[in-house]
T-cell receptor, first 110, second 118 residues
Framework: DVKVTQSSRYLVKRTGEKVFLECVQD?????MFWYRQDPGLGLRLIYF???????EKGDIPEGYSVSREKKERFSLILESASTNQTSMYLC?????????FGPGTRLTVL | AQKITQTQPGMFVQEKEAVTLDCTYD???????LFWYKQPSSGEMIFLIYQGSYDQQNATEGRYSLNFQKARKSANLVISASQLGDSAMYFCAMREPQYTGTASKLTFGTGTRLQVTL
């Protein structure tokens, strides 16, 4: 069975903190994605990776960076968290047929 | 650029009735895929159904069917015999063709919140 896990379901951070969101998949997929979800805006792509150490910007990369040192792990980094980054963050792994999503991390930046 | 439009922010349906959730799309690529996902209040996105642009028949998966009208660029989700557990957000998404050296991305609509009532 396909499994995508995210390090936290809920996270509260302070403005200016460096934040790491981790995503792990156990399906040996090459492609992984980070989205943020906000009410009325749907899912918006932040960054994606199509191989180890390979990454591309999505539609809203500003204020974020990513790391993919191993195939199974894709990390989203907020270098200096701001209140407008309060959101639901979803990680996905692409199996070729569809994208499989993790449970999401609800991040609040105070 | 690809675009997905879901014009219904919220829908109500009575239990055991059928409901149609609207989705229109815009793309200049002849090859594309259309998806529907369900997101319960728990937050996880659940894949429901897929339709390829060259598929001749409408996709079906149990109580879910996709009403694909290519000329009108619409891909509506039909849920038959609604159940209370169908209450959730529903997202339509489109996948662009995959090009060498990168990944194929999904573009999502803004979603429709479905509430099933007794």
């Amino acid at each position: 069975d396909v499994k995508v896990t995210q390090s936290s379901r809920y996270l509260v951070k302070r403005t200016g903190e460096k934040v790491f969101l981790e995503c792990v998949q156990d399906m040996d997929h090459e492609n992984m994605f980070w989205y943020r979800q906000d009410p009325g805006l749907g899912l918006r792509l932040i960054y994606f990776s199509y191989d180890v150490k390979m990454k591309e910007k999505g539609d809203i990369p500003e204020g974020y960076s990513v790391s993919r040192e191993k195939k199974e792990r894709f990390s989203l980094i907020l270098e200096s968290a701001s209140t407008n980054q309060t959101s639901m963050y979803l990680c996905a792994s692409d199996g070729g047929d569809t994208q499989y999503f993790g449970p999401g991390t609800r991040l609040t930046v105070l | 650029a690809q675009k997905i439009t879901q014009t219904q922010p919220g829908m109500f349906v009575q239990e055991k009735e059928a409901v149609t959730l609207d989705c229109t799309y815009d793309t200049s690529d002849p090859s594309y895929g259309l998806f529907w996902y369900k997101q319960p209040s728990s937050g996880e996105m659940i894949f429901l159904i897929y339709q390829g642009s060259y598929d001749q028949q409408n996709a079906t998966e149990g109580r879910y069917s996709l009403n694909f009208q290519k000329a009108r660029k619409s891909a509506n989700l039909v849920i038959s015999a609604s159940q209370l557990g169908d209450s959730a957000m529903y997202f339509c998404a489109m996948r662009e063709p995959q090009y060498t050296g990168t990944a194929s991305k999904l573009t999502f609509g803004t979603g429709t919140r479905l509430q099933v009532t007794l």
